[in-house]
């Protein structure tokens, strides 16, 4: 299994799972990216039935968070048993919370809370979705905040490529560096041969070359570290006006970048293990759940 794999099964997790698109649309998971929450929606399907999905993305990502959407009406499950019957069998292991429509009618609220914040005592909390999808985005945001979604990062990062390149120029030397992963304030780099810049040296036009996407950006040299035997610096991004970060286009677009780079690769892996889950469940002798060390003949 490649590195890349391995650090997109790492990091904490949030999955809605069964979410109408009307209430929670997909354009918002970009958006909880750059507040630091990885997250994904889960559908379900004739390929592969939700509850296999549900048991493989537990066995694989082992630090998640699951919000169900309570009023899907999926064949032959019943929310209140399957929810109980996860929370018994997974307990403080896995973190869960529901989501459900707006109710008209207040007892109907209290009744839906009482049963599963207190007798099935899910601790991801209960989130009662609007019918203005624009609300949702905040009532969903803050419920991820106090569960901790970002889990210990402060933003999420990419892995990049060896063909990804930063370029700038230090007292009439030019560097070329192979990029190493970056995220919406930081980036780090492996410069080969001897490099000879101070800490918290602001060097200015910095170009960055990430899968397609070429900016410039100031940076400040944040610090030094050996990983695998090979030194990295990591810069942190300045706007000209000397404070840190991107201007707000820039981020936009590195934002979509960085979004692109990180779901792709966890969708590959889910649809790849998605694909063998549903074969297998078809077939009355196959194995259907799924644990990281089954990833490295699928991949």
Known sequence: ?????????????????????????????????????????ISDDRNCPLVKKVESIISIFEDSILFFYIDAEIEGLNWKNYIK?????????????????KRHNEEDRRRIEKYYLFDVGIQGGCISLEYQKAKNFALIDKVMF??????????????????SKVTFVYNNVEYTA??????????????????????????TNVFVDINGLHFKSDSILLLQRVLNNTMLYVFIFSKHDGSQGLDEDL??????????????KVKMILQLVFDE????????????TFHPEDLKRLL
């Not at 192979?178 to 040296?201: K, Q, R, V, W």
């Not at 981020?251 to 792709?264: A, F, G, H």
């Not at 889950?277 to 259907?288: E, F, I, K, L, Q």
């Open 1 to 41: 299994m490649d590195d890349t794999i391995s650090f997109a099964l790492e990091g904490r997790k949030t999955f809605f799972i069964a979410t109408e698109q009307s209430l929670l649309p997909e354009s918002y998971l970009e958006d909880y990216l750059t507040r630091g929450y990885e997250t994904y929606i």
């Open 85 to 101: 019957q996860l929370q018994e069998r997974y307990g403080e292991r896995v973190l869960i919370g529901v989501l459900y429509s």
């Open 146 to 163: 106090a569960n901790q979604a970002s889990g210990r990062r402060k933003n999420v990062r990419a892995i990049c490529d060896n063909n």
């Open 178 to 203: 192979t990029l190493a992963d970056i995220s919406l304030t930081h980036f780090s780099c492996s410069i080969p041969g001897e490099s000879y810049i101070p800490l918290y040296e602001k060097i």
């Open 251 to 264: 981020r936009r677009r590195l934002s979509e970048k960085i979004y692109q780079m990180v779901t792709d």
């Open 277 to 288: 889950v549903g074969r297998a469940d078809r077939d009355p002798h196959g194995h259907t």
